[in-house]
Nanobody
Framework: QVQLVQSGGGSVQAGGSLRLSCAASRSISSIGTMNWFRQTPGKGREFVAFIAVDGRADYGDSVKGRFTISKDNAKNTVFLQMNSLKPEDTGVYYC??????WGQGTQVTVSS
């Protein structure tokens, strides 16, 4: 079973940027769609973004235009670039591989 190791995140002021990484233990092209979710206070687990094997991507409404998902197939890594961060983006972000594997989670804190 694939393993996912996340890195990045941290604390930033509103309007700032952060980048999350999710490194897979095997080829992400063989895994399929890679996703980002987040767990925010009061909203539960929320879809953030996905990227398909062919590079097609989509986003949750609350992050469209601010977040960008990308991947490096050679490094088996998926990224989430988060710009124009808002306090309501605060939460724990999880990488998820189709097939049912979750990353360990990364805390993102945005202060006003």
């Amino acid at each position: 079973q694939v393993q996912l190791v996340q890195s990045g995140g941290g604390s930033v002021q509103a309007g700032g940027s952060l980048r999350l990484s999710c490194a897979a233990s095997r080829s992400i092209s063989s895994i399929g769609t890679m996703n980002w979710f987040r767990q925010t206070p009061g909203k539960g687990r929320e879809f953030v973004a996905f990227i398909a094997v062919d590079g097609r991507a989509d986003y949750g409404d609350s992050v469209k235009g601010r977040f960008t998902i990308s991947k490096d197939n050679a490094k088996n890594t998926v990224f989430l670039q988060m710009n124009s961060l808002k306090p309501e983006d605060t939460g724990v972000y999880y990488c998820y591989a189709s097939g049912g594997t979750w990353g360990q989670g990364t805390q993102v804190t945005v202060s006003s």
